[in-house]
C-alpha cells in the first residue's frame, strides 16, 4: 500500500520567516495531494490540495509543489504568522480513489 | 458548510466493554472514514464506507467494527475495548468522486479504564 513520510516533526521559525515542509509517497498512481492543518484540541482542516496534473498550486501565503518524478510534494509558507502556530498533515490518495494515507505530522511553532 | 458530528467529545469506559462512537455527515457525502489519531503516528485509517451497508478495512481494523445502515450516519464499534484502544477518533467523510476532499468531524477522545 501507500507510504507517506513527512519531515521535519517539529519546526520553529520567526514570525515573518518562511516555512517549508516536505512529504515523499510511494505510489506513482497516486494524483490527490491535500494538506490539513490541525490547530490544537480542533479537527484537521483542509487548507490547500493538489492533483498530479499541476505542478503547483498557491493560495495567498500558502503554495504545494510536487514532484511527481521524485515522488515528493511540500507545503511553503511565507511570511508566517503566529495564527500559522499548528500540526500540518500530508496526505496522498491510495487504491480507492478517496481512501487517503496521512503523514506523521509536522508541528510547526511561529515564535515572536 | 460541511457538518461532520460526533456524538461525545470526551468518553470513558471499561476493559471489556462494547462501546460505541457515532458520527453523522449533512453532506450527502458517498465515502465515511473512521481514523485513530495517537501522538507521532499521525491518521491511521480503522474502517471506511463508501455506501450504504458497505465498508472496507483500513491500516488498523483489528478490534473494531462499522455499521452504516443510513447514508448520513457511520458507526464505529468496539466489541471488547481493551486499555490499547485509549485514543482520540476522528471521523470524516467526502464525495466518492470530483472533489474528494475530506471533511472531519470533531474527534471523540476515548480513554478505556
Known amino acids: 500500500g501507500e507510504n507517506v513520510e513527512q519531515h521535519p516533526s517539529t519546526l520553529s521559525v520567526q514570525e515573518g520567516d518562511s516555512a517549508v515542509i516536505k512529504c515523499t509517497y510511494s505510489?506513482?498512481?497516486?494524483?490527490?495531494f491535500p494538506w490539513y492543518k490541525q490547530e490544537l484540541g480542533k479537527r484537521p482542516q483542509l487548507i490547500i490540495d493538489?492533483?498530479?496534473?499541476?505542478g503547483e498550486k498557491k493560495d495567498q501565503r500558502i503554495a504545494v509543489t510536487l514532484n511527481k518524478t521524485a515522488k515528493h510534494f511540500s507545503l511553503h509558507i511565507t511570511e508566517t504568522q503566529p495564527e500559522d502556530s499548528a500540526v500540518y498533515f500530508c496526505?496522498?490518495?491510495?487504491?480507492?480513489?478517496?481512501?487517503?494515507?496521512f503523514g506523521t505530522g509536522t508541528r510547526l511553532q511561529v515564535t515572536l | 458548510d460541511v457538518k461532520v458530528t460526533q456524538s461525545s467529545r470526551y468518553l470513558v469506559k471499561r476493559t471489556g466493554e462494547k462501546v460505541f462512537l457515532e458520527c453523522v455527515q449533512d453532506?450527502?457525502?458517498?465515502?465515511m472514514f473512521w481514523y485513530r489519531q495517537d501522538p507521532g503516528l499521525g491518521l491511521r485509517l480503522i474502517y471506511f464506507?463508501?455506501?450504504?451497508?458497505?465498508?472496507e478495512k483500513g491500516d488498523i481494523p483489528e478490534g473494531y467494527s462499522v455499521s452504516r445502515e443510513k447514508k448520513e450516519r457511520f458507526s464505529l464499534i468496539l466489541e471488547s475495548a481493551s486499555t490499547n484502544q485509549t485514543s482520540m477518533y476522528l471521523c470524516?467523510?467526502?464525495?466518492?468522486?470530483?472533489?474528494?476532499?475530506?471533511?472531519f468531524g470533531d474527534g471523540t477522545r476515548l480513554s478505556i479504564l
Open positions: 470524516a467523510s467526502s464525495f466518492r468522486v470530483g472533489s474528494v476532499a475530506q471533511h
Open positions: 505510489d506513482s498512481a497516486s494524483n490527490y
Open positions: 493538489i492533483r498530479s496534473n499541476v
Open positions: 496526505a496522498a490518495n491510495t487504491g480507492t480513489a478517496s481512501k487517503l494515507t
Open positions: 453532506m450527502d457525502h458517498e465515502n
Open positions: 464506507s463508501y455506501d450504504v451497508k458497505m465498508k
